[in-house]
């Protein structure tokens, strides 16, 4: 089952895979969603569709990926659906690997990468000066005040997140370095073979990230950790929220 599709050129899944997927049932899935609509809109603006079979219309969502990781977090942490977070991080990583590979490459000098770096950076923070704005807007979120204010925490959550991401301690990616130390383990001057080669397998690009002690070093997507070394990137550099 596919769990993750491209809908008006985003990445996301839907209340009726992650129902499938967790094997619950989706009107529970949908009042989650409802209950926590504040909170998963501090990621985004959900999309809300209805679709007839014959019957009774069914209302879903489209959730992208911060949203549906922080749905699973409200749900109880069972092990199906501990199997199915692991499934969504693993399609989500890939679908940003597609993506990346008909990107063009980043640049090989410093100087370049910094300037590319830059500009992602700026184009970054337009796009989350506009969903700021439309956030401010929406009359369902409450005052202007606190419009500015949930603004502002997701921005600050989307920057942290980067930040791990480009030091290699994110939940999607992450370097040798830092796993060693997270783990307290060493996988020797040979560990990376195994992730190189899953990665291979996949015709998948590892990036590189900036250590400022060895220089630019490689970042290992989660499934390759998964399968090499069976260390799941979300318990590891992640945080579950509180259980419902």
């Known amino acids: ?28 899935v949908i009042k989650l969603v409802r209950t926590y609509q504040a909170d998963l809109e501090e990621f985004g603006l959900l999309d809300f569709k ?8 069914t209302e879903y969502a489209f959730l992208n990926e911060p949203q549906s990781t922080l749905l699973l977090t409200y749900m109880r942490n069972t092990e199906i659906v501990r199997a199915f977070k692991k499934k969504l991080v693993r399609e989500f ?6 993506r990346n590979q008909r990107a063009p490459a980043l640049p090989d000098d410093y100087i370049g990468a910094l300037e590319h770096l830059l500009a992602s950076k700026r184009a970054e923070q ?3 000066d506009e969903r700021d704005k439309a956030i401010e807007t929406k009359a369902e979120i409450g005052s202007r005040r606190e419009a500015t204010a949930m603004a502002t ?8 997140q980067k930040l791990k991401d480009d030091l290699g301690l994110g939940t999607r990616q992450a370097a040798v370095l830092a796993v060693e130390k997270a783990v307290g383990r060493k996988f020797g001057v040979s560990g990376y073979a195994p992730l190189r080669r899953w990665c291979k397998a ?28 069976q260390i799941d990137l979300a318990d590891l550099f992640g945080a579950d929220g509180e259980q419902a």
């Open 1 to 28: 089952m596919t769990i993750v599709i491209i809908n008006d050129g985003d990445a996301v899944t839907t209340t009726l895979a992650i129902a499938e997927g967790t094997l619950s049932d989706h009107a529970s």
């Open 50 to 57: 209805s679709e007839s079979t014959g019957g009774r219309p």
């Open 93 to 98: 990583w890939e679908m940003v690997q597609q």
């Open 126 to 128: 337009l796009a989350i």
């Open 153 to 160: 925490a997701s921005a600050a959550v989307r920057q942290v």
């Open 202 to 229: 996949r015709g998948i690009t590892a990036p590189k990230v900036f250590h400022p002690t060895f220089g630019f070093v490689r970042c290992w997507p989660a499934g390759a950790w998964m399968d090499a070394y």
